[in-house]
């Protein structure tokens, strides 16, 4: 005989066999309820039941006989029933799940689906499927519905605001973990309701806690006011923005826009990094309900914010086409981030010799220099509309990637006026934040002068390439084209041309505490004034201007050590990477920095 005791304390539920029956090994006999829980107590061998020692509702203690058991060699062990059933086969209960996941992917909204055809748009689902690796993306509150409860019928809500409108998760772009996130414009305009902003706050602490980066795609209308089932005035208190914010200078947050962005959409973008956006992008921080309502008139959502206005004042880092465009422009961003590459091709670099005219009056393209110099096809441009006397750009060189800051001679001379201090200035925060060495290529006649440029408060916008400059954490190398005139310069060096780990010239460099010309003027006026004869005048200013252009020549300059070379243009790639292995590697860090990159 066999008997099947009690494992634990607790009473009768159930008594599933009967005196004479054939039981297997491993069938259920009886259930015993303990502390609110169900256990199933089974056989131990096959055998016939001669003796039920229990009762329904009876309390037995561990040990305590339920079942007796007559082992018989006749009765055949077989495989539990659920053991039986097929590896695929659907539970009710896991059934009902996926349907409700089902409802809110594109294939059951074929009507949402169409809307965005006939705008020329992907689905948010669409764009997050494009940029993660194939089936890396792990979605956060995919079965979250709009905090309506009060004012429509759940089964509504189920089919209209799935996943309250924000579709969340991490998965991987390129193999690298990175927080993905999309309004989705097809539910409630892609507002931002009550319920996504809690996803917003789950997503932005995990992205601190796992240091992940962010790329969040944000066209929406800003705040949803029909939202019912909340407590509360204003929504003031809600977290998301400042959690964001917090982000910035932690880990890089990626902004990608196609349509309309207004208001708190707006704000979310305007605190990325780097803002990508589609040429049929409108942002602006109200949309026309807000507009109207401010009492400013009655505008149509195409007139706020165009790329017309958004790209030259400096608001979109980089305009795209597409929304195809726009992911394959966030995946090649987040790739200066990730460390060197393996493998890279480059130019001759004998081409630099020729870029820059040896007549010291002729323009040049100095994106030339950048595509150059940089392993091929790694050059990035941000910001190109804006700011244009200053280039910035991401870049590798030798599969490492650098930050480039050059001026651009195609614009003021390559003075620094205020839109481009700024430009230089917050790029060269990014690139120290995330541990990226910067490389100047500075061809300046100095900072820009006059009564319109001090209209534009340039004592201020320019001094901070002074302040942000001697903040650097991060290699500063300094390359000097041409000119290297007055303050503009020391700000292309940091603030002083000892503050890079080397300051070197090409051949066609010249320097000088200011530009030549208003240095002759300002220096000799006294004589210049002596002489009456105009002609013979402008002999002597132009002697003057050549012979203090003699004076200020790379190979001179060299020859007092204010510089640490005059060196062959092909030479340049061999100087930065030698100085990138002098330096020491960037130590692993916990936390930011610097306290944040500045918006502007």
Same mark, same amino acid.
């Given at each position: 005989?066999?008997?099947?005791?009690?494992?634990?304390?607790?009473?009768?539920?159930?008594?599933?066999?009967?005196?004479?029956?054939?039981?297997?090994?491993?069938?259920?006999?009886?259930?015993?309820?303990?502390?609110?829980?169900?256990?199933?107590?089974?056989?131990?061998?096959?055998?016939?039941?001669?003796?039920?020692?229990?009762?329904?509702?009876?309390?037995?203690?561990?040990?305590?006989?339920?079942?007796?058991?007559?082992?018989?060699?006749?009765?055949?062990?077989?495989?539990?029933?659920?053991?039986?059933?097929?590896?695929?086969?659907?539970?009710?209960?896991?059934?009902?799940?996926?349907?409700?996941?089902?409802?809110?992917?594109?294939?059951?909204?074929?009507? /949402?689906?169409? #809307? &965005? +055809?006939?705008?020329?748009?992907?689905?948010? =689902?669409?764009?997050? !499927?494009? @940029?993660?690796?194939?089936?890396?993306?792990?979605?956060?509150?995919?079965?979250?519905?709009? /905090?309506?409860? #009060? &004012? +429509?019928?759940?089964?509504?809500?189920?089919? =209209?605001?799935?996943? !309250?409108? @924000?579709?969340?998760?991490?998965?991987?772009?390129?193999?690298?973990?990175?927080?993905?996130?999309?309004?989705?414009?097809?539910?409630?305009?892609?507002?931002?309701?009550?319920?996504?902003?809690?996803?917003?706050?789950?997503?932005?602490?995990?992205?601190?806690?796992?240091?992940?980066?962010?790329?969040?795609?944000?066209?929406?209308?800003?705040?949803?006011?029909?939202?019912?089932?909340?407590?509360?005035?204003?929504?003031?208190?809600?977290?998301?923005?400042?959690?964001?914010?917090?982000?910035?200078?932690?880990?890089?947050?990626?902004?990608?826009?196609?349509?309309?962005?207004?208001?708190?959409?707006?704000?979310?973008?305007?605190?990325?990094?780097?803002?990508?956006?589609?040429?049929?992008?409108?942002?602006?921080?109200?949309?026309?309900?807000?507009?109207?309502?401010?009492?400013?008139?009655?505008?149509?959502?195409?007139?706020?914010?165009?790329?017309?206005?958004?790209?030259?004042?400096?608001?979109?880092?980089?305009?795209?086409?597409?929304?195809?465009?726009?992911?394959?422009?966030?995946?090649?961003?987040?790739?200066?981030?990730?460390?060197?590459?393996?493998?890279?091709?480059?130019?001759?670099?004998?081409?630099?010799?020729?870029?820059?005219?040896?007549?010291?009056?002729?323009?040049?393209?100095?994106?030339?220099?950048?595509?150059?110099?940089?392993?091929?096809?790694?050059?990035?441009?941000?910001?190109?509309?804006?700011?244009?006397?200053?280039?910035?750009?991401?870049?590798?060189?030798?599969?490492?990637?650098?930050?480039?800051?050059?001026?651009?001679?195609?614009?003021?001379?390559?003075?620094?006026?205020?839109?481009?201090?700024?430009?230089?200035?917050?790029?060269?925060?990014?690139?120290?934040?995330?541990?990226?060495?910067?490389?100047?290529?500075?061809?300046?006649?100095?900072?820009?002068?006059?009564?319109?440029?001090?209209?534009?408060?340039?004592?201020?916008?320019?001094?901070?390439?002074?302040?942000?400059?001697?903040?650097?954490?991060?290699?500063?190398?300094?390359?000097?084209?041409?000119?290297?005139?007055?303050?503009?310069?020391?700000?292309?060096?940091?603030?002083?041309?000892?503050?890079?780990?080397?300051?070197?010239?090409?051949?066609?460099?010249?320097?000088?505490?200011?530009?030549?010309?208003?240095?002759?003027?300002?220096?000799?006026?006294?004589?210049?004034?002596?002489?009456?004869?105009?002609?013979?005048?402008?002999?002597?200013?132009?002697?003057?201007?050549?012979?203090?252009?003699?004076?200020?020549?790379?190979?001179?300059?060299?020859?007092?050590?204010?510089?640490?070379?005059?060196?062959?243009?092909?030479?340049?790639?061999?100087?930065?990477?030698?100085?990138?292995?002098?330096?020491?590697?960037?130590?692993?860090?916990?936390?930011?920095?610097?306290?944040?990159?500045?918006?502007?």
């Amino acid at each position: 005989m066999l008997t099947v005791g009690s494992p634990l304390h607790g009473t009768i539920v159930s008594i599933d066999v009967g005196e004479g029956d054939l039981v297997r090994a491993g069938q259920q006999v009886v259930v015993i309820e303990s502390m609110k829980m169900q256990h199933p107590v089974e056989a131990t061998a096959a055998g016939f039941v001669r003796k039920i020692d229990v009762s329904v509702t009876d309390t037995v203690v561990p040990g305590q006989a339920l079942v007796v058991l007559e082992e018989s060699p006749v009765a055949e062990e077989g495989e539990r029933p659920e053991d039986t059933r097929a590896p695929d086969h659907l539970r009710s209960d896991l059934a009902e799940v996926l349907e409700r996941h089902a409802l809110g992917y594109d294939e059951a909204r074929p009507d /949402a689906v169409e #809307r &965005r +055809r006939r705008t020329g748009q992907r689905t948010a =689902r669409e764009n997050v !499927d494009d @940029l993660c690796d194939d089936g890396s993306f792990v979605e956060y509150g995919a079965l979250v519905i709009a /905090a309506q409860r #009060r &004012r +429509r019928d759940v089964d509504e809500l189920i089919r =209209r605001t799935p996943a !309250d409108g @924000l579709v969340g998760g991490i998965g991987t772009v390129d193999g690298h973990r990175t927080i993905v996130m999309s309004y989705d414009y097809t539910v409630l305009a892609g507002t931002q309701g009550l319920q996504n902003h809690r996803k917003k706050d789950r997503l932005f602490e995990l992205a601190e806690t796992l240091r992940l980066p962010i790329v969040f795609f944000t066209e929406g209308g800003g705040g949803r006011p029909g939202d019912t089932d909340g407590v509360g005035v204003s929504g003031l208190d809600c977290m998301a923005f400042s959690l964001f914010a917090g982000l910035s200078g932690l880990v890089p947050l990626v902004g990608v826009n196609s349509g309309y962005c207004f208001a708190g959409n707006a704000a979310i973008l305007g605190s990325c990094d780097v803002v990508i956006a589609t040429a049929n992008s409108n942002i602006g921080m109200g949309g026309p309900a807000m507009i109207e309502g401010g009492g400013l008139g009655v505008h149509p959502p195409e007139d706020i914010g165009p790329m017309e206005v958004q790209v030259p004042n400096g608001v979109v880092d980089i305009a795209v086409q597409d929304e195809a465009s726009a992911v394959e422009t966030a995946r090649r961003y987040l790739s200066y981030f990730r460390g060197s590459v393996g493998a890279w091709d480059e130019a001759d670099q004998h081409h630099l010799r020729h870029i820059v005219p040896q007549d010291r009056l002729r323009t040049y393209d100095v994106r030339r220099v950048l595509d150059a110099m940089a392993d091929l096809g790694s050059v990035l441009e941000l910001r190109a509309g804006f700011g244009t006397g200053m280039i910035t750009a991401l870049a590798r060189v030798g599969g490492r990637p650098v930050g480039i800051i050059a001026n651009n001679p195609a614009h003021l001379g390559g003075a620094i006026d205020a839109a481009a201090a700024d430009k230089a200035a917050r790029f060269m925060q990014l690139c120290d934040a995330f541990d990226l060495p910067i490389v100047s290529l500075c061809d300046t006649p100095g900072i820009m002068v006059g009564p319109e440029s001090e209209q534009q408060a340039s004592v201020r916008h320019c001094a901070r390439m002074f302040v942000v400059g001697s903040t650097l954490t991060v290699p500063l190398l300094t390359i000097v084209l041409r000119k290297g005139y007055g303050l503009g310069a020391q700000a292309m060096a940091g603030g002083s041309f000892k503050s890079p780990i080397f300051t070197v010239a090409w051949p066609t460099g010249e320097f000088g505490g200011m530009g030549l010309e208003g240095a002759v003027r300002l220096g000799y006026r006294r004589e210049l004034d002596a002489i009456d004869d105009p002609e013979r005048r402008e002999q002597a200013f132009q002697e003057m201007v050549a012979a203090m252009y003699r004076h200020g020549k790379a190979l001179n300059t060299a020859s007092y050590f204010e510089i640490d070379d005059v060196i062959d243009p092909a030479e340049s790639r061999r100087w930065i990477t030698a100085a990138l292995d002098s330096a020491p590697p960037p130590q692993p860090r916990t936390g930011k920095k610097r306290p944040c990159i500045d918006t502007w």
